[in-house]
């Protein structure tokens, strides 16, 4: 066959959880990947922090070296697979890599999230490509989805559950009745957290996905002080009954969406209550999934395993494969380029959503009365109102409000003015109810 | 800027539902294909057999012609899209298009699953790409997904709904109670049935892009005579609520997939019991879901719609916009092969699942030894016995039985004999049950 001889050369930084990943799969598969790309897909050396550690995949010695500069001088490898974790370090070794004319393949959300601009322009003036779809949502291929396959959609909104380990916590508080710490604990058990789980619970390792998403849709980079974050920390078993009953699920829920007037850009993450009857909601453990909003195609949704070695690395081969057909064919960056620059960050306080309000109020008459007079001054509807009965008698009581469409801050006002009445305890929830309409 | 001069002049044969729809959406998203790919993708020439034919869609009247011959004989077109539906009129025009070495993209899954094999080998002597992202499931990128974003996986399987009207129909039998007759008649007024059904309802259909998926899977092109097909039109609403007791719902599954032993290929469709913790049994009316789970990637699924003129036209487009990537770069036929061929078809007697068994017996002791004793002698284990009430005294009362995997062709004979038994009536219903675990 003539094109068996053609190969590839790879240098691979960071063998950890995902670097062993790619190694393994690549070698596992690797008939049928010479087989569809025609090409050797080939590790030709592994930077890693420590070459005498013990490893779960067994490399050949003379592989490994403790200095990436290695990988980027050797004038032979081709391809340069990313997987060291965040740091400026990564972004050193993206850089040189670029500079250095080789495709890199990364996975590395923080850093795209912080430095993904200088990046692709560096890409661009390069013309050297820079591939990234294991960097947002594992072994979903958004990136390809929404960059290729809905390449004549201008896109409406993208709504994701885009971080495992919360969405398990969630399930299991849902599933389970169990508290927020209890399913913490539960996930570190079962190995669906990591040891220091804060970028997971604190929603930023979402909010980072969530950047790129925006990118790929949008064309603009954010930045992480342009968006808002909030993580399920603050999730009670209450609120998820609550919510449970009203005939909603809560989400740790990724949201990427422009206005069809105002073409300003929203993205953030917060943990949500979507409609049971939207598929989204049946999205449970630690499954991702992106549900994207097309103008031609309409309604779609991908899911898959957001995380884990192999499904990870199943990302990083397609990009592999995808920078080995451009690299075959000499064609430079690939032929699809960012989509535009489409618009401003839209502030967080002029985003439209209905919401969840959990209030403790004494229990009298007049009080919802109270209420309703400071949410109609501040013009938001009342949706729907529940007074569950007490459990045990207590000062006080819970009221549960749906309040309409309304601009963030103008509730975040409202409430406040309605913490100072005297009938309402400091205690409360405000969460997003997201219609997932468009 | 410098690529704004160049175009791709599109030969479009057809302008029905799809026709009308990729026609007006490359006009209506023109500015951000053309900032995305580079190109001015241009319809130059439609070919239609009415050219007087009064349309949905605006188009200019010089541009139509009632002669596809002059698409191909135009050498300022690039790339012909076909979209004139079944009939061997689109094998030949699809044959001459990449004869003349103009890549074609066709949404015509009736052809591909009669002719593929011939034109794939064909478009491969041609040096000449044919595309087909719309012959299956619509909107939903199934195609692309798992020729480039799952490229690094053996495809262990896909489970797809990948019918509208049938899963309407099914829907709407389980959430209103209606029969299989309202629930169509139903989906004719509101424009989810063709006038002539009869391919959606007899299962072929979907058994054409079941061909299709068997191919990008296993690079076989398996005979319409070599897989197994069945329609929603025996489906009760008895049948569909005792599946919903079960913890199960119907829906109308096509089954590609490949043993871990055995390498053959099984290719299927049917009506089946899913069960109600999986994703897809959640994906409810016209809605189309594809799950394919990869060696590597573990569990994915796609969704979106599989039919109607818009989001059909997206997955038009987007195979516009990868002819377009390669003929700009010259590449020929896209870097993805076809992937390898993998094994023959196995057999439908020989398929494994288990089984919903519906009988109606005599209410009298000593029936279900009997049954049992045949379904032992063939080695099929029941795994769980309803006897539901019967709502009036009559001759026969239902049994239900659920049966463990067996061979589909053991489960028939095991049915004949069950079915001579004096206690049993001629009344029942054999569905598979798909525990979608791999």
Not at 341 to 360: C, F, H, I, M, N
Not at 369 to 381: L, R, Y
């Amino acid at each position: 066959m003539e094109t068996s001889s053609k190969q590839l050369r790879i240098g691979l930084a960071g063998l950890g959880n995902v670097g062993s990943g790619v190694y393994k799969n690549l070698l596992r598969n690797r008939d049928i990947l010479l087989e569809r790309t025609g090409v050797h897909l080939q590790v030709a050396k592994i930077a890693v922090r420590d070459p005498d550690r013990k490893r779960d995949v067994e490399v050949p010695p003379e592989m490994l070296t403790a200095d990436w500069q290695e990988l980027i001088s050797d004038p032979q490898i081709d391809i340069i697979v990313e997987l060291i974790g965040e740091g400026e370090e990564a972004f050193a070794l993206i850089t040189a890599a670029l500079k250095a004319g080789k495709a890199v393949v990364t996975g590395n959300k923080a850093v795209l999230a912080k430095h993904g601009k200088q990046l692709v322009e560096l890409s661009e003036q390069q013309n050297t490509p820079l591939y990234c779809e294991a960097a947002v949502a594992g072994g979903i291929p958004i990136i390809k989805a929404v960059r290729e396959a809905l390449i004549g959609n201008r896109i409406d909104s993208i709504y994701g559950i885009i971080n495992g380990t919360s969405n398990y916590i969630l399930t299991r508080m849902t599933t389970a009745g169990i508290s927020f710490s209890d399913a913490l604990q539960e996930a570190r058990e079962k190995g669906f957290a990591e040891a220091d789980p804060t970028l997971d619970i604190n929603g930023w390792d979402a909010g980072h996905k969530a950047i790129i998403l925006g990118w790929i849709s949008y064309g603009r980079w954010l930045k992480p002080e342009e968006i808002s974050v909030a993580g399920i920390e603050n999730v009670s078993s209450e609120d998820v009954a609550f919510a449970n009953s009203l005939g909603y699920e809560i989400k740790l829920l990724g949201v990427i969406r422009q206005g069809k007037d105002d073409e300003r850009i929203e993205v953030r993450v917060a943990p949500s209550l979507i409609p049971r009857t939207h598929i989204l909601s049946s999205v449970d453990g630690v499954f991702n999934a992106v549900a994207v909003h097309g103008n031609v195609v309409g309604e779609t949704l991908f899911y898959g395993s957001g995380a884990g070695q192999d499904a990870t690395s199943s990302a990083v081969i397609s990009d592999l494969a995808d920078a080995a057909e451009n690299l075959m064919n000499d064609v430079g960056c690939t032929g699809f380029v960012p989509h535009g620059d489409y618009g401003e960050a839209l502030p967080v306080e002029e985003t439209l959503s209905q919401y969840y309000l959990r209030l403790s109020v004494v229990d009298e008459p007049g009080v919802l009365a109270q209420i309703s007079s400071i949410t109609g001054q501040n013009g938001i509807g009342i949706l729907s109102v529940i007074q569950p009965e007490p459990k045990e008698p207590s000062e006080y009581i819970p009221l549960v409000l749906l309040l309409h469409d309304a601009p963030y801050g103008t509730v975040r006002s409202a409430l406040e003015a309605v913490l100072a009445l005297s009938s309402v305890g400091s205690e409360h929830t405000l969460l997003r109810v997201e219609t997932l309409e468009r």
